[in-house]
């Protein structure tokens, strides 16, 4: 509804669930504070962050923070200054709450959502409203929508994709191409969302962040600042920008080779807040320029910058504030991962000479572990299948290892499994099928495609198909793009990798991953950005 009542026509299931009237609004609920804060306008199912992070009943549903959304604006405030809720209109709430159940759930369910309703109402009047906020939350989750990718490694920032609708059974053995257009060079990765392509590349002295319209490629724009190298830099394998954008909230964050990071609005590019990672707070200086990917987690954006006492930083999405700086580690190109382990989240990061595990709403390390290679040298983002094991690897001397991670009260043990350098991934990604990972092996000689047992460290086979290559999963399939342009659709067993197409689909050095929102593919190179039909 809108403030006067009446039905909106977009998104009307989440209309009507968040837009409950107390001061014309919804109001997200702190069991810790006893208080509530409005939304004046309905948000979007993207938007909806408190959904997926309302899973703790009775718990602060959101870090001591409310959230307030204003259409593509978001601000955040304590909750301490909120006033706290009448107790009659709490019962107003819980009743809206209740009305709102039936209207959201499907027919077929209500029987059984009210079941859940019914067993919440024992408890205690106020948490009964935080209890039926999140049975809601979890009932209409948002997910991500598939015509978007949002992120490094996609909607779960581990390379794999939806495969419902899509074909790989190409004529010719090529997909079709929709267009094709030229783009400055970069291996930033491509993020998609509301018909919008976003990445980054480099003119001359400057770095630019452009949005493209998806159907067409044509620009719809740019966001150009000043990035002369630092001294120390040695670009000669690449120009950059390096790292992908992030999508989320209606914005764009990015950070660019020389530790810009920038909060940019995304349907316009108007610049919202920025900081620099390096001048403001000495982060590391990386010889090959900053890489590393930003990640959102609830109301932050967390990045890796190196440095004592700020390792790793978590800003507010809205307005930039520092949220927490915690860590003494020197940084690394790798990118960071959110896991949950036993019920806990954590923000895993493989830094210099070492991996972490960090709590993302306060930075609090949890577990470190070793592992001997300088961060300059470190790209390979780590993978997590959620079954305790952790592969993390790097090439020269690095090697591969598997740690284990287990929670033993409220701590967190990390022992290896195994480790060797008979796998040693660079900067290209690494995926994970039931037992095995299946990754590039190697640096600057031979790179064999590798597939290695995660529980044994024993390697199954090695494959020259391909150059350095990245890899998307597509259900039981891999579609496989190697920094030759050459594009192929595989199957990737621990016995062997089957070949079923191969095709070239750019011409210069593809060391960006393939990315695939919706039934499209996108790819790019140092020169030119392309997109195909999977239809």
Request: net charge positive.
């Amino acid at each position: 509804m809108d403030s006067s009542g009446r039905r909106g026509r977009s998104d009307d299931r989440y209309h009507w669930l968040l837009d409950v009237h107390w001061r014309n609004s919804f109001s997200f609920v702190s069991c810790s504070s006893n208080c509530l804060f409005a939304s004046p306008r309905p948000i979007s199912p993207t938007q909806a962050v408190f959904a997926e992070q309302s899973y703790s009943l009775g718990h602060n549903l959101v870090d001591d923070r409310m959230f307030e959304f204003l259409g593509d604006r978001s601000q955040y405030m304590p909750a301490e200054v909120v006033p706290p809720l009448p107790p009659s209109r709490t019962r107003l709430l819980m009743l809206r709450i209740q009305q709102m159940a039936v209207r959201v759930a499907p027919q077929s369910d209500i029987k059984a959502f009210s079941k859940r309703i019914t067993m919440v109402r024992t408890k205690p009047l106020f948490r009964k409203v935080c209890c039926l906020c999140a049975l809601l939350a979890a009932w209409v989750s948002p997910t991500v929508p598939r015509d978007a990718w949002p992120q490094w490694g996609g909607p779960h920032r581990n390379f794999t994709v939806d495969t419902s609708n899509l074909s790989l059974d190409w004529p010719g053995g090529c997909p079709r191409e929709l267009w094709r257009r030229p783009l400055g060079p970069g291996f930033a990765s491509m993020v998609v969302g509301g018909g919008r392509i976003y990445t980054m590349y480099r003119k001359q002295t400057q770095e630019v962040v452009v949005a493209l319209d998806a159907r067409t490629g044509n620009t719809v724009w740019e966001y150009s600042y000043p990035a002369p190298y630092l001294k120390g830099m040695d670009m000669s394998t690449g120009t950059g920008p390096h790292g992908s954008p992030l999508l989320v909230h209606g914005r764009i964050y990015t950070v660019g080779v020389t530790g810009k990071l920038h909060c940019l609005d995304a349907k316009t590019g108007r610049k919202i807040w920025e900081h620099g990672l390096l001048e403001e707070f000495g982060g590391t200086v990386m010889v090959r320029g900053y890489s590393s990917s930003p990640i959102a987690y609830r109301h932050t954006v967390i990045v890796t910058v190196g440095g004592t006492g700020h390792a790793i930083m978590a800003f507010d999405l809205g307005n930039g504030r520092v949220v927490w700086q915690k860590q003494d580690f020197k940084n690394s190109h790798s990118s960071p991962i959110l896991i949950r382990l036993e019920g806990e989240d954590q923000l895993v990061a493989l830094m210099d000479r070492i991996v972490v595990g960090v709590n993302p709403k306060n930075g609090e390390l949890l577990w470190s572990h070793p592992h001997d290679l300088d961060g300059q040298r470190t790209a390979s983002t780590p993978v997590w299948d959620g079954d305790h094991l952790l592969f993390v690897s790097s090439a020269y001397s690095g090697g591969s290892r598997v740690i284990r991670l287990e929670k033993r009260g409220d701590k967190t043990t990390a022992t290896e499994v195994w480790s060797h350098k008979k796998m040693r991934v660079h900067h290209s990604n690494v995926i994970r099928v039931a037992d095995y990972v299946y990754g590039s092996n190697g640096d600057f000689g031979p790179t064999p495609f590798t597939a290695v047992n995660v529980k044994t460290g024993e390697i199954s086979w090695r494959d020259r198909s391909f150059g350095k290559a990245n890899t998307l999963l597509l259900g039981n399939k891999a579609m496989v793009l190697d920094e030759d342009g050459q594009l192929a659709v595989a199957t990737l067993a621990p016995q062997k990798l089957d070949v079923h197409s191969k095709c070239k689909v750019l011409n210069s050095r593809a060391w960006t991953p393939p990315v695939v929102a919706g039934s499209r593919l996108y790819v790019r190179d140092q020169k030119e950005i392309a997109a195909f039909d999977l239809r």
